[in-house]
């Protein structure tokens, strides 16, 4: 089971300030970095998140997550075309997908995923997307698709928009700019906390 909130971040420095706040599943995002600078970051994750019994997943560093000996990877699309899925598998690493659209969701499938992230429901900023937002409709109908697979809802999600979410049958819900970009991101992230473990 995942965890219904799910933090992605861009640096330890946030999972130093969050974890003691409760987050219990993250994800490190780093993007256009050194591979000296992730593989410290990674590395610096797995022991924080191992101190305060959080699970780390890797975005997209499928190798140096598996040289760091993390235990779950997230990939787009795009990364499928060069991951080697059997070796992340061998190595023992639980995976997540992204998908946008059907097509998407039968080629995620087809990888036979440990989750499966679907969005954006609503419009984000965290990313530039060619994907329109689409509401909760459509993780409704993922929610059934998947049976029992975990439904990883994303994109533009806010606490006051969470209870549809899950409402419509999502598992968990990722976000980063509801508390990273608040005025106080640790209490945003301790009512996540309080809000999504009353829901589950």
């Known amino acids: 089971m995942l965890d219904r909130f799910y933090l992605i971040v861009d640096s330890t420095d946030w999972l130093r300030r969050l974890l003691p706040c409760g987050a219990r599943l993250v994800q490190l995002r780093i993007k256009d970095a050194p591979e000296s600078r992730l593989r410290a970051e990674i590395a610096a994750a797995k022991a924080l998140c191992a101190a305060a019994g959080a699970q780390l ?66 419009p984000t900023t965290l990313k530039q997307l060619t994907v329109a937002p689409q509401g909760v409709e459509p993780v409704r109908r993922w929610r059934k698709a998947l049976g029992a697979r975990p439904l990883v809802a994303i994109g533009g999600i806010t606490l006051e928009r969470a209870p549809d979410v899950l409402a419509a049958g999502a598992d968990s819900i990722a976000l980063s700019t509801d508390v990273l970009g608040a005025p106080d991101p640790e209490g945003r992230a301790r009512q996540w906390v309080a809000a999504t473990r009353r829901a589950a």
């Open 57 to 122: 997943v890797v975005n997209d560093y499928w190798r140096l997550a598996i040289d760091a000996g993390c235990d779950f990877i997230h990939l787009g699309q795009e990364d499928l075309d060069d991951a080697d899925l059997p070796a992340i598998r061998r190595a023992g690493l639980k995976l997540g997908v992204s998908t946008h659209d059907g097509a998407e969701l039968d080629r995620a499938l087809s990888v036979d995923p440990d989750y499966v992230a679907l969005g954006p429901v609503y």
